[in-house]
Antibody
Framework: EVQLVESGGGAVRPGGSLRLSCAAS????????MGWVRQAPGKGLEWVSS????????TYADSVRGRFTISRDNARNSLSLQMNSLRAEDTAMYHC??????????????WGQGILVTVSS | DIQMTQSPSSLSASVGDRVTITCRAS??????LNWYQQKPGEAPKLLMF??????????SLQSGVPSRFRGSGSGTDFTLTITSLQPEDFATYYC?????????FGQGTKVEIK
């Protein structure tokens, strides 16, 4: 069974940092791009970032570019999101996703259950 | 960025009803359009990619998505139709364009019980 399990969330003050991790299992990790999609409480979905299969190509939403860094460790089947200079508007559930395709024509499947990040003073 | 607009934002329907959700892109995206279903407290689940295609489970050749879900459209206008609404279909549905990054979603359509 394909599974994505996030960890590392929690509460942080504005300007602080947090590192999210995603453990992948049930598929050949380095065959796929991976990504993060977030959902603010009671709101819709917002794509955050994606990384290609070997980590040499990354893309970011404008809202996080320069503050967030996505990375992966194929030896450990692991995806990470380093979040710096956090703002209140970054408060959301962060879902790890398998980004099937990575470029035009991609889709996100499956999704992890998500990990909550709360940015508040 | 490509803007995605869904309508309606919410709807009430009864079991057995035919339900149609519309998604409009701010520019032509060919058929690069995906649909997701999200039930309360759960992660979103892919329903359809490339506007009308379903994922088939490897080896079993069965789709994990019931055949009552139908996707259609191209260019800027797309629809997701549930031909006969079932109790497990009450959820929020999102479209997402996969034509060009940043990948953007519609605001969602919540399907509620009448």
């Amino acid at each position: 069974e394909v599974q994505l399990v996030e960890s590392g969330g929690g509460a942080v003050r504005p300007g602080g940092s947090l590192r999210l991790s995603c453990a992948a299992s049930g598929f050949t990790f380095d065959d796929y791009a991976m990504g993060w999609v977030r959902q603010a409480p009671g709101k819709g979905l917002e794509w955050v970032s994606s990384i290609n299969w070997n980590g040499d190509s990354t893309t970011y939403a404008d809202s996080v570019r320069g503050r967030f860094t996505i990375s992966r460790d194929n030896a450990r089947n692991s995806l990470s999101l380093q979040m710096n200079s956090l703002r209140a508007e970054d408060t959301a559930m962060y879902h790890c996703v398998r980004d099937v395709g990575y470029t035009r024509g991609n889709w996100f499947d499956p999704w992890g259950q998500g990990i909550l990040v709360t940015v508040s003073s | 960025d490509i803007q995605m607009t869904q309508s309606p934002s919410s709807l009430s329907a009864s079991v057995g009803d035919r339900v149609t959700i519309t998604c409009r892109a701010s520019e032509s995206i060919s058929t690069y359009l995906n649909w997701y279903q999200q039930k309360p407290g759960e992660a979103p689940k892919l329903l359809m990619f490339d506007a009308s295609k379903m994922i088939y489970v490897a080896l079993s050749l069965q789709s994990g998505v019931p055949s009552r879900f139908r996707g259609s459209g191209s260019g800027t206008d797309f629809t997701l139709t549930i031909t006969s609404l079932q109790p497990e279909d009450f959820a929020t549905y999102y479209c997402q364009q996969s034509f060009s990054p940043p990948w953007t979603f519609g605001q969602g359509t919540k399907v509620e019980i009448k």
